[in-house]
């Protein structure tokens, strides 16, 4: 099973459209990170978010963390075909001596112009 | 660029053979961490290693292994190949102390 879920797993919008991608646990996490990833490139840190209920905004995405810390969402405000990519969260888990991400399997998004 | 380099990029190879998968962390990065990707999988945590020594283990297969070398760079030797190992094969390092995980451009190994 999975440990992290995110839905949709695919996603097709027109440019200038609003979108909402969700990352769903039933793990608490120490922090969530939300990760962007393009064909033949290895996944790129967009943000990460630590406190239950954190907003973070970055330009025109918006990322927030479940006040539980179990789950998140991504929200882009009018897409441009320039954020079309394989969308990922992952959540932090602490062990004795050791930081570990658990990714998410992602949402592919296609923007067309 | 991410500072993280992977070697080979590409790689195509025959069931029952073996292949070392090579990594150059960032500067100063003392962890490295090894990821698959595939299809339906999605990113997996292989393993964790900092400053020479194994830190955590994931979903690693018996039939690979991995060390951190006394410079810093990684191996991953995956042995005994399957059609089911073709995937994506990242690298990534981390800071002490640093929250944020540096990927490589990971190596695509093709397994016919």
């Not at chain 2, 005994?80 to 190992?85: A, K, P, Q, R, Y």
């Given at each position: 099973t999975q440990l992290l879920e995110q839905s949709p797993q695919f996603l097709s919008i027109q440019e200038g459209e609003n979108l909402t991608v969700y990352c769903n646990s039933s793990s608490v996490f120490s922090s969530l990170q939300w990760y962007r990833q393009e064909p033949g490139e290895g996944p790129v840190l967009l943000v990460t978010v630590v406190t239950g209920g954190e907003v973070k905004k970055l330009k025109r995405l918006t990322f927030q963390f479940g006040d539980a810390r179990k789950d998140s969402s991504l929200h882009i405000t009018a897409?441009?075909?320039?954020?079309?990519g394989l969308y990922l969260c992952a959540g932090e888990l602490r062990g004795a001596g050791s930081y570990q991400l658990t990714f998410g399997k992602g949402t592919k998004l296609s923007v067309i112009p | 660029d991410s500072g993280v380099t992977q070697t080979p990029k590409h790689l195509i190879t025959a069931t029952g053979q073996r292949v070392t998968l090579r990594c150059s962390p960032r500067s100063g990065d003392l962890s490295v961490y090894w990821y698959q990707q595939s299809l339906d999988q999605g990113l997996q945590f292989l393993i964790q290693y900092y400053n020479g020594e194994e830190r955590a283990k994931g979903n690693?297969?018996?039939r690979f292994s991995a060390q951190q070398f006394p410079d810093l760079h990684s191996e991953l030797n995956l042995s005994?190949?399957?059609?089911?190992?073709s995937a994506l094969y990242f690298c990534a390092s981390r800071r002490v102390g640093g929250n944020t995980i540096y990927f490589g451009e990971g190596s695509w190994l093709t397994v016919v």
């Open positions: 897409a441009q075909p320039g954020d079309t | 690693i297969l018996e005994s190949l399957e059609l089911g190992d």
